[in-house]
Structure formats: C-alpha cells, structure tokens
C-alpha cells in the first residue's frame, strides 16, 4: 500500500458509513416490531382476548307432522324465506279412512230412514186429516138428527100434555055428573082410567125427551151414546189410532234425526283429521334464511322426521370461548369490541350472558358454537346490534376476533399484566 493511500483515510470511509446506516435501520426496524408488539400487548390489557368466536342464531327446525312422501321446495340452502312460505309437501295415499267410510255409511243410512219416516209420516197424517174430517161430518149430523128428535119429542109431549089435560077437565066433569046422579059411575071410571093414560104417555114422552136432550149434549161434544155402540164414531177412532202412531213416528223422527245430527258431526271431524293425516304443507313459522334441507324429493317421512331449518338472520348473537380463569373478570352487560374475519371494521356489541361452555355447546337449537378446545371454558354470548343484521348480510357462521372488558382496568393491574405475557 502507497504512503499516500494511509496518509489519506478518508477513501474507505463510504462503505462503513453504509454498513453502519444498515445496523441502524435494522435496529429501528426490531425496535419498531417491538414496540408494536408492546403497544399490542398494553392495548390489549384490561380485555380478554379471544378469536374462539363465532356469529350464531337459534335454528328452527320444521319437523313432518304426519308420515308420507315428500315434495320439498326448490329454493337453495342460503336463501331468505319469508314468513308463511310454503318448504315442503307432504302427501301419505295409504292413510287408513275405514273409520272415515264406515260413518258415510251410517250417516247414509240415517237419512235413508229419515226419509222413509217423513214419507209415511206424511201418508198418515193426510188419512189422519180425513178420518178427523170424517168424524166431525158425522158429529154434525149427528147433533141435526138428534136435534130433530129433540123437536119432535117435545112437541109429541105438549100434545100429549094437553091431551092429559082435557082428560082431566072431562073426569071433573063426570064426577060433577055422577054425584048429581045424571052420570053413571061407569063413565067415571072411564074418565078416570083415560086421564091416567094419557099422564102416563106425558111422563113416557118426558123421558124420551131427556133421553134424546143427553144424547144431543153428548154428540155436541164428540160422544156417541147409543146402546150398542162404541163412545165415538168409527172415524174418530181410527183418527185416534193414526194420531197415536203419528206420536211413534215423531219420536222416531227426532231419534233419527239425532243420531244423522251426531253422525254428521263425528263425520266432519275424522274428515277434517284424514285431510289433516292424508296431506300436509309446511310452512316457514318466522322469516330466516334457510339454514339446512333434510330431505329430497320423493323420500318418505315420519312423522317428526327433520324437513328443513331455518335460521332468523335478524336475532344473532356472538358466542365467544374464554379461558375459565378468566370467567369472573368478564364485565357482564360491559361493550365489547370484535372485528369479524375478513374485515378491517371493528364493531361493538352489548355482553349478555357469562356461562360455562356446556350451557351453549350442547345446545342443538344453535346454528353455531365455537370450535371445541378439549379444556375447561366459559361461554360469553354477544348481542350483534341490529343495524347490521341486515337479510343481505347474514353473518351465521362468520368468525370474530373478541376483546371483552374486565374488571381488572388499573394501570398496575394492566403493567402486571404486560409483564406477564412479556416473561
């Protein structure tokens, strides 16, 4: 080496410089990563950290009510369902109606005999209406004859009465005679057996009289009293045998008519449950989105079998696994903060519940659970809020990274906490 290349050292200087400016930047570069990780460690203090998180609602499951052949909709697993949607048919051909025949027939039957019970109702009321009408012509006559008979009979007894009495007149004057010896006694005797007679006819006519007067008053009232002869007249007793049969019929009539009413309603019902058992359609009871399809079509069901599930896209809640150490220090109804996978936009949401894991992970009803960790854990569930839970943005199933507010917010308590995870 030359004396003037020692003499001037300046010529190697660049290269130290650069490898001096390197070895800097390194070590802005470690102190800039290390500082972030402090800065993420002390921000995180004060919350538990948890990416064991997932988005979940609670499933609706439509079950078969009834055995048969299913014939499902064709709208895709993913879709929005609006309420009262029609997801599923089922159909079941083989559904025992004999019960069903059996009370067509009897209810059938019933009316036949309704029928058959008006129709000879019908006949026997008409003849019951002659034969009424039959013996009422016959009462009047009746009452017109014996009215006759009334008449002739008192006159027969005026003139019989008057006859008396010009039999009396005649016998004073014969004893008048006899006792003044101008008139035998024998003429007397004739006078007087002459007037008994014709008193004796008086009295006969008399009684004939009350006679016919009874029977006027009887037949004026529908009775017939002739010797012989039965209280009422042929017709009117006929009317009362017809009437007393139209009595049987009537309550014949109302039995049957009973028991056609009786089988008529047990005939509605088991029709209304064979339509019920023959034929189902299933509908989504609340709007969701659908979650699951547990059937193809053409297969057949029993009943209680799985159709469909459905999910409320507008009810979810975060469901997030912790340590069970850290279950106490969770702020119950505190704001926690998470940030969905795949987004950069943290969100808030209000803590509803701290429970141990059992109370969410052997729930079936749950669309999603966090993953199992084969350690002890505590169950925090989230409310997402509603302006997001929105019908295009279903976030069912989507991951979360959690942080959730504890008890333990001083500054010692968070520097004891950033020592820790630091060593």
């Given at each position: ?5 020692r003499d001037?050292?300046a010529v190697?200087s660049?290269?130290?410089i650069?490898f001096n400016?390197?070895r ?5 570069l ?8 402090v ?5 995180a ?13 609670y499933?609706?499951?439509l079950?078969t009510p009834?055995e048969?052949?299913v014939s499902?909709?064709h709208?895709?697993?993913?879709s929005e369902?609006a ?7 089922v159909?079941?051909p083989?559904v025992?109606?004999?019960?069903l025949t059996t009370?067509?027939d009897?209810l ?7 029928a058959?019970?008006t129709r000879?109702r019908?006949a026997l009321e008409t003849t019951w209406?002659e034969?009424?009408q039959?013996a009422?012509e ?9 009215s006759?008979?009334?008449e ?7 003139a019989?009465?008057a006859?008396?009495e010009?039999a009396?007149?005649?016998?004073a004057r014969?004893?008048?005679?006899v006792?003044?010896?101008t008139?035998?006694a024998a003429?007397l005797?004739?006078?007087h057996?002459?007037?008994?007679a ?7 006519l ?5 006679a016919?007067q009874?029977?006027?008053?009887a ?7 002739d010797?012989?002869g039965?209280d009422?007249?042929?017709?009117a007793?006929?009317?009362d045998?017809?009437r007393?049969?139209l ?9 049957a008519t ?6 008529a ?15 189902a359609?299933?509908t989504?009871?609340s709007?969701g989105?659908l979650w699951?399809v547990?059937?193809s079509n053409?297969?057949r069901?029993g009943?209680g079998?799985?159709?469909a ?6 009810a979810?809640?975060l469901v997030v696994?912790?340590?069970q150490?850290s ?10 903060r ?11 949401g209000?803590?509803?519940?701290v ?15 966090p ?8 169950m ?9 839970n ?14 959730l507010p ?7 308590d968070?520097?004891?906490?950033l ?5």
């Amino acid at each position: 080496m030359s004396a003037t290349a020692r003499d001037h050292p300046a010529v190697r200087s660049p290269p130290a410089i650069a490898f001096n400016f390197k070895r800097l930047l390194k070590l802005a570069l470690a102190c800039g990563v290390l500082s972030a990780g402090v800065y993420a460690i002390w921000s995180a203090q004060g919350f538990v950290v948890s990416d064991n998180a997932v988005v979940s609602a609670y499933v609706t499951s439509l079950r078969t009510p009834i055995e048969g052949f299913v014939s499902v909709s064709h709208a895709p697993v993913g879709s929005e369902i609006a309420l009262g949607a029609i997801l599923a048919t089922v159909t079941n051909p083989r559904v025992d109606d004999q019960r069903l025949t059996t009370l067509q027939d009897r209810l059938h039957r019933l009316q036949l005999e309704q029928a058959a019970i008006t129709r000879q109702r019908d006949a026997l009321e008409t003849t019951w209406r002659e034969l009424t009408q039959r013996a009422e012509e016959y009462r009047r006559a009746m009452i017109s004859q014996l009215s006759g008979q009334l008449e002739a009979a008192k006159t027969a007894l005026a003139a019989r009465r008057a006859e008396r009495e010009q039999a009396k007149r005649d016998y004073a004057r014969k004893d008048a005679l006899v006792r003044s010896g101008t008139a035998s006694a024998a003429d007397l005797d004739r006078a007087h057996y002459a007037f008994d007679a014709l008193d004796y006819q008086a009295q006969s006519l008399a009684g004939q009289l009350a006679a016919v007067q009874a029977r006027l008053d009887a037949a004026i009232h529908g009775v017939t009293i002739d010797a012989g002869g039965n209280d009422v007249a042929y017709s009117a007793q006929r009317a009362d045998e017809v009437r007393l049969r139209l009595v049987e019929l009537d309550r014949a009539l109302d039995a049957a008519t009973g028991d056609a009413e009786e089988s008529a309603s047990l005939l509605a019902g088991e029709t209304h449950r064979i339509a019920l058992l023959r034929s189902a359609e299933m509908t989504a009871p609340s709007g969701g989105m659908l979650w699951k399809v547990g059937t193809s079509n053409g297969e057949r069901l029993g009943a209680g079998d799985t159709t469909a599930e459905l999910v409320d896209c507008g009810a979810e809640f975060l469901v997030v696994s912790i340590p069970q150490s850290s279950y106490a220090d969770v702020v119950r109804g505190g704001e926690a903060r998470f940030r969905l996978s795949s987004e950069t936009d943290e969100r808030t949401g209000a803590i509803i519940s701290v429970t141990g894991d059992a109370s969410l992970i052997g729930d079936r009803n749950l669309a999603a659970v966090p993953s199992d960790q084969h350690r002890p854990a505590a169950m925090v569930r989230i409310a997402v809020p509603p302006s997001h839970n929105l019908a295009a943005e279903c976030l069912v199933g989507r991951t979360a990274h959690v942080l959730l507010p504890t008890l333990r917010r001083g500054l010692a308590d968070r520097a004891m906490g950033l020592v820790q995870r630091i060593f």
